[in-house]
């Protein structure tokens, strides 16, 4: 049962353009999200978060929308670089959960920003 | 000087033979993990420790078991190899639940069981 869902495998841009990389969730219970970024033969990194009392988190080029009624969230690259080419992943936790500290990940976008 | 440090970072082996992988941080923070990457390419939660307690433990089989002799260490062996068992496994770590700051993750090793 995939809680949290990146229905497109991948996505390919111009240099300098927006990217948007979008991500569902079916748990109602998930109230804070988290994007990482990975490049081949490394782990995944930390990009930005967002907890459901927000509807937008910003940090330098990188923007997360959260539409908590739609169970949706986007991540924004403005502009782009080839750089930004990696696979991306969405994640979902409950900040509230006890002791789990669990995170639900999605599948993965790879992002392609050509020159 | 690497945060989150795996070793090896391919293993190939044998169906049946016992493996272990060994993880390292020195962020200095107080939980650790162990993801898996299928085939499928989905990251799931197998381990989580704090301060050398466990606190997740999802339905891996018993003959995964991880051991955190401290909070910079968590390994995990893992007992009669299946081919199925063949993935990327990712260890990682954070400061409480890594919600500001997010996991500060390994660079994963490869696992194939032949």
């Known amino acids: 049962d995939q809680q949290v869902k990146q229905n497109s495998p991948s996505l390919s841009v111009q240099e300098g353009r927006i990217s948007i990389l979008n991500c569902d969730y079916t748990n109602s219970m998930f109230d804070y999200f988290l994007w990482y970024k990975k490049y081949p033969a490394e782990g995944p990194t930390f990009l930005i978060s967002i907890s459901s009392i927000k509807d937008k988190n910003e940090d330098g080029r990188f923007t997360v929308f959260l539409n908590k009624s739609a169970k949706h969230l986007s991540l924004h690259i403005v502009p782009s670089q080839p750089g930004d080419s990696a696979v991306y992943f969405c994640a979902a936790s409950v900040l509230g959960g006890g002791s789990n500290y669990k995170l639900t990940f999605g599948k993965g976008t790879l992002l392609t920003v050509n020159p | 000087d690497t945060a989150v440090s795996q070793t090896p970072k391919y293993l190939v082996t044998q169906m049946g033979n016992d493996k272990s992988i060994k993880c390292e941080q020195n962020?200095?923070?107080?939980?650790m993990y162990w993801y898996k990457q299928d085939s499928k390419k989905f990251l799931k939660i197998m381990f989580s420790y704090n301060n050398k307690e466990l606190i997740i433990n999802e339905t891996v089989p018993n003959r995964f078991s991880p051991k955190s002799p401290d909070k910079a260490h968590l390994n995990l062996h893992i007992n009669s190899l299946e081919l199925g068992d063949s993935a990327v496994y990712f260890c990682a770590s954070s400061q409480g639940r890594g919600y500001f700051y997010g996991y500060t993750f390994g660079s994963g090793t490869r696992l194939t069981v032949v």
């Open positions: 962020l200095g923070h107080d939980t």
